[in-house]
């Protein structure tokens, strides 16, 4: 199995512009998470997804930001417009369906550094 | 609220040095807890854990036991290698739920 991917690997941007990180979870997985790491506040959850319906989204940080998961093998996060402040590593992870595995597990993607100018 | 704290690091050890990190945390009810651990460059993945209480989660030398009296979940190691070198992370989740609640991190150099 490829694992979580995630695309792009890094993404450095200016100020203002509109950023698109993407998200392919492992198949068979019904459960994505998005995190945000920072130096400062270490890992965070941004919002998860069962089955492409957003379960929790209370630690997405403000309207700027916006997730989709429009199928099982796909998830988007999107940050317009792109502050310096949003800068960090963004990670993607997926779970199993209580019906097929462990649900405690989750699965991280290599991440994708955003740097914003 | 549900939380995780960690010693802070870096930790820096000698190679066959004994480890030890410590992780206390706060929950209602009887959450699992996890150990994480993230390579340069890497997400994190899953080192071990324990769903109830006196459980043992043991993978690649490391060792970690379900402390419910003193809340705590701490890592360990008998002889570390400069491979381990990472950044390690305690996580709990409630029975029933889907949030997973990491620590901080603790970075260790192993050196050689």
């Known amino acids: 199995d490829a694992g979580v991917i995630q695309s792009p690997r890094h993404e450095v941007t200016e100020m203002g512009q509109e950023v698109t990180l993407r998200c392919k979870p492992i198949?068979?997985?019904?459960?994505l998470f998005w995190y945000r790491q920072t130096m400062m506040r270490g890992l965070e959850l941004l919002i998860y997804?069962?089955?492409?319906?957003?379960?929790?989204d209370s630690g997405m940080p403000e309207d700027r930001f916006s997730a989709k998961m429009p199928n099982a093998s796909f998830s988007t996060l999107k940050i317009q417009p792109s502050e310096p402040r949003d800068s960090a590593v963004y990670f993607c992870?997926?779970?199993?369906?209580?019906?097929?595995?462990?649900?405690?597990?989750?699965?991280f993607g290599p991440g994708t550094r955003l740097t914003v100018l | 609220g549900n939380s995780v704290t960690q010693m802070e690091g870096p930790v820096t050890l000698s190679e066959e040095a004994f480890l030890t990190i410590n992780c206390t945390y706060t929950?209602?009810?009887?959450?699992?807890l996890f150990w994480y651990v993230q390579y340069p460059g890497e997400g994190l993945q899953l080192l071990l854990k324990?769903?109830?209480?006196?459980d043992k989660g043991s993978n690649k030398g490391f060792e970690a036991t379900y402390r419910k009296e003193t809340t705590s979940f701490h890592l360990e190691k008998g002889s570390v290698q400069v491979s381990d070198s990472a950044v390690y992370f305690c996580?709990?989740?409630?029975?029933?739920?889907?949030?997973?609640?990491f620590g901080a991190g603790t970075r260790l150099f192993v050196k050689a």
């Open positions: 929950a209602t009810g009887y959450p699992s």
């Open positions: 996580a709990l989740r409630n029975t029933g739920g889907f949030k997973t609640i």
């Open positions: 992870a997926s779970s199993p369906a209580r019906r097929t595995g462990s649900t405690d597990t989750q699965y």
């Open positions: 997804f069962n089955n492409n319906v957003p379960i929790d």
């Open positions: 324990a769903t109830k209480a006196d």
């Open positions: 198949s068979g997985h019904d459960y």
